[in-house]
T-cell receptor, first 115, second 113 residues
Framework: AQTVTQSQPEMSVQEAETVTLSCTYD???????LFWYKQPPSRQMILVIR??????QNATENRFSVNFQKAAKSFSLKISDSQLGDAAMYFC????????????FGAGTQVVVTP | EPEVTQTPSHQVTQMGQEVILRCVPI?????FYWYRQILGQKVEFLVS????????KSEIFDDQFSVERPDGSNFTLKIRSTKLEDSAMYFC???????????FGPGTRLLVL
């Protein structure tokens, strides 16, 4: 069974600064997908970014980028130029390469943005 | 991509009562999922549903739970006899084009008293 570990319960960052959230996972599969979801106080789950395991290039979405290290089974999220609206819980998630498989989530990291 | 909508947004029920949570797709998606999140905990997979049949279910999804698509449109999760520990946020999700990514609805907050 795959497991997803987020070892940072909370991270604090000042506005305009950069913060990096860590995520590690355990799998024996070679084909899979990794995701970061954002959950603001409304508790809506919002997709931030997706990474396909077969792609060597790290995914980027505006101020959000990942550092995907397949051999180390590491998938960190970098938030650049942090904004107050980035304050939320961030969940790392794993999905098997089977296109319709379930998501397996980590415990989450709370991001606090200070002015 | 458009998300799904969920009703109700909040539900309060008494222990032992049946509840039905609804997921309304914007378009004709075939693959759906239910997840739950107990307050302060991580999101947990309950069940996936494809072409009107259960595709996969977790150990949480016991005989108290059922899913169906009664009218070919709405996708429902039924909890037959609610327990206090069923209090949670319940999310419906659907896959986007190609199936790689799941998009979540806004959730239903269930409180069992």
């Amino acid at each position: 069974a795959q497991t997803v570990t987020q070892s940072q319960p909370e991270m604090s960052v000042q506005e305009a600064e950069t913060v990096t959230l860590s995520c590690t996972y355990d799998t024996s599969e070679s084909d899979y997908y990794l995701f970061w979801y954002k959950q603001p106080p409304s508790r809506q789950m919002i997709l931030v970014i997706r990474q396909e395991a077969y792609k060597q290039q790290n995914a980027t979405e505006n101020r959000f980028s990942v550092n995907f290290q397949k051999a180390a089974k590491s998938f960190s999220l970098k938030i650049s130029d942090s904004q107050l609206g980035d304050a939320a819980m961030y969940f790392c998630a794993y999905r098997s390469g089977d296109s319709w498989g379930k998501l397996q989530f980590g415990a989450g990291t709370q991001v606090v943005v200070t002015p | 991509e458009p998300e799904v909508t969920q009703t109700p947004s909040h539900q309060v029920t008494q222990m032992g009562q049946e509840v039905i949570l609804r997921c309304v797709p914007i378009s004709n998606h075939l693959y759906f999922y239910w997840y739950r999140q107990i307050l302060g905990q991580k999101v947990e997979f309950l069940v996936s549903f494809y072409n009107n049949e259960i595709s996969e279910k977790s150990e949480i999804f016991d005989d108290q739970f059922s899913v169906e698509r009664p009218d070919g449109s709405n996708f429902t999760l039924k909890i037959r006899s609610t327990k206090l520990e069923d209090s949670a946020m319940y999310f419906c999700a659907r896959t986007g084009t190609g199936g790689e990514t799941q998009y979540f609805g806004p959730g239903t907050r269930l409180l069992v008293l």
